[in-house]
Antibody, heavy 120, light 110 residues
């Protein structure tokens, strides 16, 4: 059974760096083709894809946010970490992590999401 | 990359069929058979309903179907049920090896 869970601060101040951790079970990020991605959703708005890391450490980022994002993995801990620099109130959103099957371009399992509010 | 274009809302009565469109470009929807669709109920995480244009994951009702023509993909829900009322999002792989979501469509079952 595949599960994912996001963790991190619920409140960050403008200009700070956000660090979110996705802890998963039921699969290994060392399995060929597997990926873990991050997606966010501002309150009442649409989903926005942020980043994806693959089993071989290949990393993909949203072009509009690439300069602010870093995604890393710790295979031994079954964790993926997303950092986003220079946070702004417009970055207030629910942040989801999700599992991507080998050679897949979609997310078949999602975490419950974590709401991050950016406010001074 | 710009978000894929979806109608803001659609509605239908129980038992009817509805179709939600998702329009992109030749660099995303039109260029690859890698369109997926997600259902999201309020306060819940998205759920995969369709992948690779027309494939249904195990456990998803066969009332849900997907198709694509040119730069536009479509999700059709037949035999509408009250439980289908939710937001629906399309997603596509892009020529930049990234992913992009649509703006979302709110489905109301009348």
């Amino acid at each position: 059974q595949i599960t994912l869970k996001e963790s991190g601060p619920t409140l960050v101040k403008p200009t700070q760096t956000l660090t979110l951790t996705c802890t998963f079970s039921g699969f290994s990020l060392s399995t060929s083709g597997v990926g873990v991605g991050w997606i966010r959703q501002p309150p009442g708005k649409a989903l926005e894809w942020l980043a994806l890391i693959y089993w071989d450490d290949d990393k993909r980022y949203s072009p509009s946010l690439k300069s602010r994002l870093t995604i890393t993995k710790d295979t031994s801990k079954n964790q993926v970490v997303l950092t986003m620099t220079n946070m702004d109130p417009v970055d207030t959103a629910t942040y989801y992590c999700a599992h991507s099957r080998p050679v897949a371009t979609y997310f078949d399992y999602w975490g419950q999401g974590t709401l991050v509010t950016v406010s001074s | 990359q710009s978000a894929l274009t979806q109608p803001a809302s659609v509605s239908g009565s129980p038992g009817q069929s509805i179709t939600i469109s998702c329009t992109g470009t030749s660099s995303d929807v039109g260029g690859y058979n890698y369109v997926s669709w997600y259902q999201q109920h309020p306060g819940k995480a998205p759920k995969l309903m369709i992948y690779e244009v027309s494939n249904r994951p195990s456990g998803v009702s066969n009332r849900f179907s997907g198709s694509k023509s040119g730069n536009t993909a479509s999700l059709t829900i037949s035999g509408l049920q009250a439980e289908d009322e939710a937001d629906y999002y399309c997603s596509s792989y892009t020529s930049s090896s990234t992913l992009v979501f649509g703006g979302g469509t709110q489905l109301t079952v009348l």
